[in-house]
């Protein structure tokens, strides 16, 4: 059952007709959505737990597996994790998670909107197999064509994404060009999994794909 994960099924096999259209007409205005008071504590407490510290940001970081490798990877730094499911999140291991970590439950939107309004910024954010909304007429719902788009960039343009699905890397290269970020994407060869889905697909043989933004390493 580990090793058969399913490729993406998509009648979509490269970027969006519309894409351009619709990444240039977020950038253009303003995302009016309230945030949730759920989403408004969460906010509130992660930033006082930051303080005055560098931090970076795993965005919908699931059981919290790739924000605590990558706290032993920057341990100079803050990761903070947000996922909006408390069931993912409650599958992390507290006995494993170190001190600079913070996990919190929190909608990715809710905190990318409050970071900008409050013009918050962090050294790097990590988008790690977001889920990829395959059908045509979901594009919308991908992050680099939903109206969050411009507030996930205000928080940070050092951005690394990994995903399945190389309409989705490709999709969110052409998005951060249009807004001005030079990134590019190339496959990527797993040597040690960050996620559980990670994991997944590289024991089911999925081509799995990085898209960086310049001087991302």
């Not at 507290?94 to 600079?100: G, L, Q």
Request: include cysteine.
């Amino acid at each position: 059952m580990f090793a058969n994960s399913r490729r993406v099924v998509s009648a979509q096999q490269k970027p969006h007709p519309r894409l351009g259209d619709i990444v240039r007409r977020h950038l253009a205005s303003e995302y009016r959505r309230s945030p949730s008071e759920a989403g408004c504590a969460a906010f509130a407490g992660i930033r006082k737990r930051i303080g005055s510290r560098q931090w970076m940001l795993d965005a919908g970081c699931g059981t919290g597996a790739s924000t605590c490798q990558l706290a032993r990877r920057f341990p100079d730094h803050v990761i903070v994790g947000v996922d909006k499911s408390a069931a993912r999140l409650s599958k992390a291991s507290k006995s494993t998670i170190p001190e600079n970590v913070i996990l919190e439950r929190c909608d990715c939107i809710d905190f990318w909107q409050l970071a900008a309004a409050e013009n918050l910024h962090c050294e790097r954010q990590f988008l790690l197999y977001p889920n990829p909304w395959p059908k045509p007429d979901q594009v919308q719902r991908r992050w680099h064509a939903h109206p969050i788009f411009p507030a996930l960039l205000s928080l940070s343009r050092n951005i690394e994404l990994r995903t399945n699905w190389h309409v989705y890397a490709g999709e969110f290269c052409e998005a951060l060009t249009i807004a001005g970020v030079d990134a590019s994407v190339s496959t990527h060869a797993v040597d040690n999994p960050m996620t559980p889905f990670e994991r997944k697909y590289a024991a089911s043989n999925h081509t799995l794909w990085r898209c960086l933004t310049q001087g991302t390493t």
